[in-house]
């Protein structure tokens, strides 16, 4: 079974789940984080369960998970007392965390301490990194304040994603930009990452980099399925 962890208002998720319905695809909200019956057991993820649909789900039947969402919302909880929103959030996130770390399948991304698809790194640890990966960076100043997007903003000219081994984009004439997204996604420690690039007079720099992008072609579905499912797809890990 593959899983897809969205917003119930997701409807590339619904999207998502129907192509892969052949492989057993469903979107978990976390709306059915609220139903009674989920399981997770610290030094034991075998024996953890989740509830999808009203069906309790073993942990081992996850195969493979993609996560649409770094955290979970305070309004993604309309079933929730308004008061305790957030509160509920902040648990359901912690909880999700543990959950999906532990289960023994491929993911779109693992989740880490800050986030539930991969880093959730604010701006000056994305330049770090691409820093360390050898690309060039858009250089800008900005104002401290609290909340400040983790996103680089800038116009894009080139939009690559990252997934597995592949690279999907507007940018065949330059092929370096490749090399770099591929390079960036490995710094990262991630299996899936959408990148921006904008044009300067020195040529191509990083200006957006994205832990969830769109799965919005064909091609780009099916490498995301392949990634999850190796044997069936021959994707390498």
């Not at 770094?70 to 959950?99: D, G, W």
Request: aromatic share 8%; glycine share 8%; hydrophobic share 45%.
């Amino acid at each position: 079974m593959l899983v897809i962890f969205s917003s119930a208002h997701d409807a590339a998720a619904r999207t998502i789940a129907a192509a892969w319905a052949p492989w057993d695809a469903v979107v978990c909200t976390p709306g059915d984080m609220s139903t009674r019956g989920w399981r997770y057991y610290v030094g034991a993820p075998k024996a953890g369960a989740a509830v999808i649909d009203g069906h309790s789900v073993p942990a081992t039947a996850i195969t493979g998970v993609l996560t649409r969402f770094p955290a979970v919302q305070p309004e993604m909880l309309a079933h929730i007392a308004a008061k305790e929103r957030n509160y509920v959030a902040a648990e359901m996130t912690a909880f999700l965390i543990a959950f999906i770390s532990a289960l023994p399948c491929r993911m779109l991304n693992r989740p880490t301490a800050g986030g539930l698809c991969g880093p959730a790194w604010r701006l000056e640890q994305w330049i770090q990194a691409a820093t360390r990966a050898g690309i060039p960076v858009l250089h800008r100043r900005r104002k401290v304040r609290l909340n400040a997007p983790a996103e680089l903003e800038a116009d894009v000219s080139k939009e690559l994603t990252v997934i597995g081994d592949r690279v999907f984009g507007t940018a065949k004439d330059h092929p370096h930009l490749f090399d770099w997204a591929r390079s960036l996604a490995r710094t990262a420690g991630v299996g899936m990452l959408g990148l921006g690039f904008t044009q300067h007079a020195t040529g191509f720099v990083l200006a957006g980099v994205n832990p969830s992008p769109d799965l919005d072609t064909p091609e780009r579905l099916d490498a995301a399925r392949e990634f999850l499912l190796p044997r069936a797809g021959g994707a390498r890990k």
